[in-house]
């Protein structure tokens, strides 16, 4: 069994009260980096004991457990701190509540400032927010520490899932205009997220040209520049969630093979405007929506080594031009042929067995786990966006090489 953990953000009516016990939180959260620093330590524990006294005398008027809440946060603050200019401190007005500090009872929020003295917020439930809060009362779900800011309540719900070993696996090459699957059962699809690049593009043009016609009027062209920028990221994030969605849905049953692209944007050199493209791709972002996804599912998700997986050709060993997108012996798509050798490199690990040569014209006689199917129809879907609407449009893409399945195979 395995924990998976998803954050529900619920809005709800700011005061004067909550407003108070956030900025008394944040000094909570200093006084306690304050010391850490000055006694040196680096330890929660530590840190909770060394300041519970003297905690309890400064805030007598809220419950103790605000101590260890504040204490998780300001070491957690001093783990990222490296030590470099000046002290680090809590700026944002937020708190992080243990289980003794809230009741949660779906539409209300009961936050306790002292015994017996309680704070409650009502919280605005869209339909987002009911489909979690009815699998909660059904006791699917269960709830952990909680976040409120000015504006929001951040709720995490925790579900156990059982990621068992499932029969078929399926590979994604996550690429710039496209996503690219190939699974055991013979399975293959191409969806286009080309759209992701294009409200990129649309929007650096808008900045671009706000940055040129209010360059003498700063204070307006940051105004302009975030309120644009933060479409942009509403956008982007829509698509991202619809997408990952969609491949999840179409790979159900199955578990999910993808890139480890760790580190991927350090080794971006190229020139000025391909550098600009790729370093705001969410190659990694799309990535963690799709294993939370395919997690909540049931499904596992594995990561291998992505090198060379784009270079070579799985049936016939030869070259993968770039330039082209294909091989130059037999003419594969760069993308499925990636999308293969992914699952081949996850395959070969997994099955116990050496994984053959990239550059082997065919595998070894015992690679029975090994993929040798290329199938000459694969579902290719676009991703697109008419006002605020997401469709799916279905294709038929042809590659044009043909192989004898694998005996046995499915598909």
Excluded at 13 to 18: A, R
Excluded at 31 to 55: D, M
Excluded at 340 to 345: E, F, Q, T, V
């Amino acid at each position: 069994m395995a924990e998976v953990v998803l954050s529900v953000a619920f809005r709800y009516q700011p005061n004067d009260e909550v407003h108070r016990l956030l900025a008394e939180f944040r000094d909570m959260i200093n006084y306690c980096i304050k010391q850490a620093i000055k006694r040196g330590i680096t330890s929660y524990y530590r840190l909770r004991k060394s300041v519970y006294e003297e905690f309890k005398r400064r805030w007598p008027n809220y419950a103790t457990h605000y101590c260890h809440s504040a204490c998780k946060i300001a070491t957690s603050i001093l783990r990222s701190w490296r030590r470099r200019g000046k002290e680090p401190r809590a700026k944002k007005l937020f708190m992080r509540l243990d289980s003794m500090l809230f009741r949660f009872y779906g539409d209300k929020l009961r936050i306790t400032v002292a015994p017996r003295q309680f704070l409650w917020l009502d919280l605005i439930i869209g339909e987002y927010q009911a489909r979690f809060i009815d699998a909660w009362k059904r006791e699917e779900l269960k709830v952990g520490e909680i976040t409120v800011n000015e504006h929001y309540v951040v709720v995490p719900f925790r579900k156990s899932v059982d990621l068992e070993n499932p029969q078929d696996w399926i590979a994604l090459d996550i690429n710039e205009a496209n996503v690219s699957a190939t699974a055991t059962d013979g399975d293959q699809f191409v969806i286009d997220i080309s759209e992701i690049k294009r409200v990129h593009h649309a929007y650096f043009e808008i900045r671009r040209r706000i940055q040129r016609k209010f360059h003498n009027k700063p204070k307006l062209m940051r105004k302009l520049l975030e309120k644009y920028s933060k479409r942009e990221r509403n956008r982007i994030r829509d698509l991202l969630h619809k997408a990952s969605r969609l491949i999840v849905d179409m790979a159900k049953g199955k578990g999910i093979v993808l890139e480890n692209l760790n580190g991927i944007q350090k080794r971006i050199h190229y020139d000025r405007k391909l550098n600009r493209r790729l370093h705001s791709w969410p190659f990694r972002k799309l990535q963690f929506y799709i294993h939370y996804k395919a997690n909540l599912n049931g499904q596992p998700v594995e990561y291998v080594n992505p090198a060379y997986t784009s270079r070579t050709c799985p049936r016939c060993g030869g070259r993968i031009d770039s330039s082209e997108r294909r091989c130059v012996k037999c003419g594969m798509d760069r993308d499925i042929a990636a999308s293969i050798n992914i699952l081949n490199k996850f395959l070969a690990a997994r099955c116990g067995e050496q994984p053959f040569p990239l550059k082997a014209p065919t595998p070894p006689d015992g690679g029975r786990h090994f993929v040798r199917t290329i199938v000459t129809h694969v579902r290719y879907l676009r991703l697109t966006v008419q006002e605020q609407y997401t469709h799916v449009h279905e294709f038929d893409y042809h590659v044009d090489i043909h192989v004898h399945p694998l005996p046995g195979a499915g598909g």
